[in-house]
């Protein structure tokens, strides 16, 4: 079974951090921009699927209208199985109660909101558009529209955040009727507000150090409070891991839609143009085969971003190797160093491999 992803490119104003494919001034186009996406959708008809994802950007822009019309267009195209996990993100702020109608209406299941912290003076910071009220009350409202499977993004490493500004923001987002919360902590990316501000030696970030600590709290405290880490930055109360996400950690295939998204078949990858003006023109995808030698290391750093990791014997089977006589270098190097175990038929990272994570993945490219 697929998942599919829905790219909606738009955006109230741009975040200071923010390099996303997503636009903050071209909302008139949101109407040609759906057309566009029904047309690519009824390229897929008949494809089965069981996750669906609309990202962004931020979904929730659209109005209850376009919302409705997505989601039609979703189920009159792909052949949708009975249990499919149906996730839109959205942003509070840019939510009314029209809207989360049309989405429970229109089959959405699950909702992911980018919180990101419940410290106002850390989201001025970092250009968001909403305070921290805004996003409380949002997530009430959600539960008492009838959501039940809310997620939470929030992120670390803020500028001018504290240990005792996160632990406040952490205990909020568990006071809250949420099933899911993600981390992340916070990427300096080129050519962003934030990283001129860097450049310029003006932006208080926390040093490595703190952040670290951060993650590791962070860890702890959501495992405390019944959200257990399934992957590096993702934690779930039980049966609640997001299903969509999953897919792209265990090789499964997915269907991408809109500007910038991508697909993955097994065997290749297909991307679509990010530049909108020519998405809207009904631009095509371009295909590129993926060799062996970029499919195992996929398989291997995506895979042991889980904290169940990779299986030896699956490897097996999807490229007809051993693991070891590929890796055996590295996996015994990290598994002395106390990075990498092995349990029964599975690598996985240590907890002390999951804060050294992206050293430990960089070797596997
Ligand atoms: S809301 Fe999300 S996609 Fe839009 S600018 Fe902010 S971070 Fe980027």
Not at 23 to 41: G, H, I, V
Not at 168 to 186: E, M, R
Not at 187 to 208: C, H, Q, R
Not at 255 to 284: C, K, M, Q, W
């Amino acid at each position: 079974m697929n998942g599919v992803y829905i790219h909606i490119p738009f955006c109230k104003q741009k975040c200071a951090y923010c390099d996303f494919v997503s636009f903050a001034d071209k909302e008139r186009l949101t109407d040609a921009y759906l057309d566009a996406l029904e047309n690519e959708m009824a390229l897929c008809t008949g494809e089965k699927a069981d996750t669906i994802f609309i990202g962004g950007g931020t979904p929730s822009i659209l109005k209850p209208n376009q919302i409705s019309r997505l989601t039609k267009a979703v189920f009159d195209n792909f052949d949708i199985a009975k249990d499919c996990e149906f996730t839109t993100e959205a942003n509070p702020g840019t939510l009314d109660e029209a809207k989360m109608t049309a989405m429970l209406e229109g089959g959405i299941n699950r909702i992911s909101v980018g919180v990101q912290s419940f410290n106002d003076a850390e989201l001025k910071k970092i250009g968001r558009i909403h305070d921290a009220e805004t996003a409380y009350n949002t997530i009430l409202s959600l539960k008492k529209t009838g959501f039940n499977n809310i997620n939470l993004d929030l992120m670390t490493a803020l500028p001018s955040q504290t240990m005792d500004s996160l632990k406040n923001t952490l205990k909020t987002a568990v006071s809250l009727p949420v099933t899911h919360i993600s981390a992340y902590s916070l990427i300096i990316e080129d050519g962003t507000p934030l990283e001129k501000e860097y450049s310029k030696g003006t932006l208080a970030l926390p040093t490595e150090d703190e952040d670290r600590e951060m993650y590791s709290y962070t860890i702890d405290f959501l495992t405390r409070n019944g959200f257990n880490q399934y992957e590096i930055s993702n934690f779930a109360k039980k049966g609640y891991e997001c299903r969509h996400n999953i897919k792209y950690w265990t090789f499964e295939p997915y269907i991408g839609l809109g500007v910038a998204a991508h697909s993955f078949d097994g065997e290749s990858r297909a991307y679509n143009t990010d530049n909108l003006e020519e998405y809207l023109s009904g631009s095509e995808k371009q295909t590129i085969p993926l060799t062996q030698k970029d499919k195992i290391s996929e398989f291997i750093i995506t895979g042991l971003r889980m904290n169940k990791g990779i299986s030896a014997e699956k490897f097996r089977q999807l490229f007809g190797e051993d693991i070891e006589n590929i890796y055996g270098f590295e996996l015994i190097k990290f598994m002395n160093l106390g990075l990498i175990k092995k349990d029964g038929d599975r690598y996985s990272l240590t907890r002390k491999g999951i804060d050294v994570s992206n050293s430990v993945l960089c070797e596997f490219v």
